[in-house]
Antibody, heavy 120, light 110 residues
């Protein structure tokens, strides 16, 4: 059974950093592209970042480019999102999602989400 | 990249059909056949209902169907059931390694 479990969220002051983790089971990370998608409380979904199935390519939304870094550890089957220089507008529920072979939005499995709250 | 445009709300009676639109541009919906639709119940993670415009994942009822014409994609839910009441979001590959979502539509089953 495919499962995605996020962790690492919490409260942080503006300018601070957090690292989100997404532990995958039931499939191999290296076989699929993986993405982070966030949702502001009561609002819609926003794509944040994707790492390709090979791990050789990473993609970012303009709103996080230069501040966030997506990576993975295939030995731990875990996806990461390092978030630096956090802003109030980064406050959201962050989901990891399994995609197809590349970034195409075929998010067939989602985690339960990890809440990030950026506030002074 | 601008978000795709969805109506904020839609409604239909039990057993009837409803169609939700998702409008983009030639740079996203009109340029690629990578449109997905997600259903989200309150407090739950989104669930993939349609991918690559018309395809249904295993386990999704055939009451759900997708289509595209030009820069607009549509999700049709036939034979509305109470459990179909949820928020629905569309997404599209937007070129240049970018993905864009719609703002979401709240579907009410009357």
């Amino acid at each position: 059974e495919v499962q995605l479990v996020e962790s690492g969220g919490g409260f942080v002051q503006p300018g601070g950093s957090l690292r989100l983790l997404c532990a995958a089971s039931g499939f191999t990370l290296s076989s699929f592209a993986m993405s982070w998608v966030r949702q502001t409380p009561g609002k819609g979904l926003e794509w944040v970042s994707t790492i390709s199935a090979t791990g050789g390519s990473t993609y970012y939304a303009d709103s996080v480019k230069g501040r966030f870094t997506i990576s993975r550890d295939t030995s731990k089957n875990t996806l990461y999102l390092q978030m630096n220089s956090l802003r109030a507008e980064d406050t959201a529920l962050y989901y990891c999602a399994k995609d197809g072979l590349w970034l195409n939005g075929n998010f067939d499995y989602w985690g339960q989400g990890s809440l990030v709250n950026v506030s002074s | 990249q601008s978000a795709l445009t969805q109506p904020p709300s839609a409604s239909g009676s039990l057993g009837q059909s409803v169609t939700i639109s998702c409008t983009g541009t030639s740079s996203d919906i009109g340029g690629y056949n990578y449109v997905s639709w997600f259903q989200q119940h309150p407090g739950k993670a989104p669930k993939l209902m349609i991918y690559e415009v018309t395809k249904r994942p295993s386990g999704v009822p055939d009451r759900f169907s997708g289509s595209k014409s030009g820069n607009t994609a549509s999700l049709t839910v036939s034979g509305l059931q109470a459990d179909d009441e949820a928020h629905y979001y569309c997404s599209s590959y937007g070129g240049y390694n970018n993905l864009v979502f719609g703002g979401g539509t709240e579907l009410t089953v009357l």
